[in-house]
C-alpha cells in the first residue's frame, strides 16, 4: 500500500485524499484493519516538483558522472553495465531561494500545521533545511534523470509542500533553473502505517493469521527497506501455505535481519530507514560477503539456481585458496619490495615476508602484491577486494565472531508459544505486559525490547529453564 492507507496530499493550502498524486487513496482497507483491532500510525513523507530536462541549463551545474567502478548488487551480475550511464549534475540554492522559502513559510502544509505526521528525520524537505539550518547560504540540488526514455527530472534537495505558484519562483531562483518548466509540483503526502511490533519476526499478523505485512505500511521509509521486507514477506507467506516453518535471518546473518528485528521489537515513532550503523555485527555483515552469507540459504529455498550456485562455490573455492596462499607464500626483501614499500610510506622488512602481514599492513593494498607477485595478478576484482578485507580485519573479525557466539547463545533459548509471563517473579508489571504484547520468540528479541533489563532476562532465562526441567 505504501503510501496509500488514507493518503492525503498536500500542495501548500490545497488538500485532497490521494496516494500520490493522480491516484486515488485507499480508504476501505485501512479502515478494515482498524476494525479488526490493529493500532495504526500516521507519518509525513514528500517528493520534489518534476522538471523538463530540454528547459535545463545544465552549463550551470557541474557533472556527476556515475562510479568509475562499477559494483553490481549481486555476484550473479555482470561487473560492467548493461545500460547506457547517464550523469546526475550538482547545482545550488542561494540566499534568494532561501528568502522566497521564508517569505512563505506560512503558506507551507508544513509550517503552517496542516500536516500533522512524523516526517522522514534523515530527509528533510527544503523548507525544514532552510528554517534548520539558517546559517547556510546555500544548500545541494542533484539535477537526477528519471529514466533513459524520459525528459523528466528530479531535482533532489527541493522536496517541499509549498504552493505551486511558490515553487515555480522558488526553482526558478536556482541558477540554471531559471526557465525550466515544472511537469509537476512537489508535495508532502500524509499517510497511515501498521505499527510494526504488531508482527512476528516473519513479518506475519500477530492478530490475524496467514496476513503478512511489507513495506511503508510497517512504517518504513523509501524502496530498499519495503524490497527487503517483501522479499520475507513473500518467502514467508508461501511457507505458511505449505505449513513449513519461517524463514528468519537474525542479526549477525543479514541487515535484513537487523530491519525486521529492529521493527518488530522495538518499533520506530518516525520513518524507519536502515543505516549501517544499526548494524551491531558490521564487519561480519558486509556488501562483499554477502553471497557467503546468504546464498546457501538461498539456493536452499529454491530462489538461486543450481547454476548460480555452483558460481557462487566456485568463488568461495577461490577466496579460500587465495587466502591459504597468502598464509603459506613468503615474498623475499627485493629491491623491488623496498622500493614499492618507499613508495607507499611503509617501513621495509629484512628477510622474508608472509603476503598475508604485507597486506596486512594499512598502506599496502592488492595492487601492490600484484606488483611483487605475478601469481596475484590472476585473481578476479571481487575475491581480491573480499580476501583484502579478510587479511586487513582478520583479528576484529575473529573477535566479532566470538561476540556473535554470545549473542547466538541468547537467541537459540526459545521462548514456549504462549508462555504466560504475569506473576513470575523478578518482572515488573510492566515488562510483563510487554512481553506479553509482544510475544518475544527467544531470550535475544526478548532483551532487545525497550524497558526489558538485564535483570528482568536474567529472571525470565530461569523461569523457562524451570519450566523446562518441569
Known amino acids: 500500500p505504501g503510501t496509500f492507507f488514507h493518503g492525503l496530499i498536500h500542495v501548500g493550502a490545497d488538500c485532497f485524499p490521494g496516494g500520490r498524486l493522480g491516484d486515488a487513496s485507499a480508504e476501505r482497507l485501512p479502515e478494515q484493519l482498524l476494525q479488526m483491532g490493529f493500532i495504526l500510525g500516521r507519518f509525513k513523507t514528500g517528493t520534489t516538483p518534476r522538471l523538463d530536462a530540454r528547459t535545463i541549463d545544465f552549463t550551470s551545474f557541474s557533472e556527476q558522472p556515475g562510479d568509475p567502478d562499477f559494483t553490481p548488487f549481486s555476484f550473479r551480475s555482470s561487473e560492467h553495465p548493461t545500460l547506457p550511464q547517464v550523469s546526475c549534475h550538482l547545482g545550488y540554492t542561494n540566499t534568494c531561494t532561501h528568502d522566497i522559502i521564508r517569505r512563505n513559510l506560512s503558506r507551507s502544509a508544513l509550517y503552517s500545521g496542516r500536516i500533522t505526521g512524523t516526517g522522514v528525520r534523515y530527509c528533510p524537505s527544503i523548507e525544514d533545511k532552510v528554517v534548520k539550518f539558517s546559517e547556510r547560504e546555500s544548500h545541494h540540488v542533484f539535477i537526477e534523470p528519471e529514466g533513459l526514455d524520459t525528459e523528466r527530472i528530479y531535482p533532489n534537495g527541493t522536496s517541499n509542500s509549498l504552493p505551486a505558484a511558490v515553487q515555480e519562483e522558488m526553482i526558478h531562483s536556482i541558477q540554471g533553473l531559471e526557465k525550466a518548466v515544472i511537469l509537476q509540483p512537489g508535495y508532502g503526502i500524509e499517510h497511515d502505517y501498521v505499527l510494526p511490533t504488531q508482527l512476528s519476526a516473519s513479518l506475519e499478523s500477530k492478530r490475524l493469521s496467514g496476513l ?259
Not at 523509501?222 to 527487503?228: I, T
Not at 555483515?285 to 562455490?313: I, K, M
Not at 509471563?421 to 525497550?450: C, D, F, H, V, W
Open 212 to 470: 503478512f505485512l511489507a513495506g511503508q505500511i510497517n512504517g518504513t521509509t523509501g524502496y530498499e527497506e519495503a524490497a527487503a521486507q517483501g522479499l520475507m514477506a513473500g518467502i514467508n507467506a508461501a511457507h505458511y501455505v505449505r505449513r513449513q516453518e519461517p524463514v528468519l535471518l537474525d542479526r549477525s546473518q543479514a541487515y535484513i535481519g537487523v530491519l525486521i528485528d529492529d521493527l518488530v521489537t522495538k518499533g520506530t515513532n518516525e520513518p524507519y530507514r536502515m543505516f549501517t550503523s544499526r548494524v551491531e555485527y558490521r564487519l561480519v555483515v558486509r556488501e562483499d560477503n554477502a553471497g557467503e552469507r546468504l546464498t546457501p540459504l538461498g539456493h536452499c529455498l529454491g530462489l538461486v539456481s543450481d547454476a548460480d550456485f555452483a558460481r557462487y562455490q566456485e568463488k568461495e573455492q577461490a577466496v579460500r585458496r587465495e587466502m591459504k596462499r597468502l598464509h603459506s607464500t613468503r615474498l623475499p626483501a627485493t629491491p623491488a619490495a623496498e622500493a614499492l614499500l618507499r613508495e607507499r610510506g611503509a617501513a621495509p622488512f629484512s628477510g622474508a615476508v608472509l603476503m598475508a602481514d604485507l597486506l596486512r599492513r594499512p598502506e599496502v593494498h592488492y595492487p601492490d602484491l600484484m606488483r611483487l607477485d605475478p601469481e596475484a595478478g590472476g585473481i578476479p576484482r571481487s575475491v581480491r577486494e573480499r580476501v583484502e578485507i579478510q587479511v586487513k580485519y582478520e583479528g576484529y573479525i575473529r573477535r566479532q565472531a566470538a561476540e556473535i557466539e554470545r549473542f547466538k547463545h541468547l537467541e537459540n533459548i526459545r521462548i514456549p508459544d504462549g508462555f504466560a509471563y504475569q506473576g513470575l517473579p523478578g518482572l515488573s508489571l510492566e515488562i510483563a505486559e510487554k512481553l506479553t504484547a509482544m510475544q518475544p520468540r527467544n531470550l535475544g528479541q526478548a532483551g532487545r525490547i525497550s524497558g526489558v533489563t538485564p535483570g528482568a532476562l536474567s529472571q525470565l532465562m530461569f523461569h523457562i529453564a524451570k519450566k523446562h526441567n518441569g
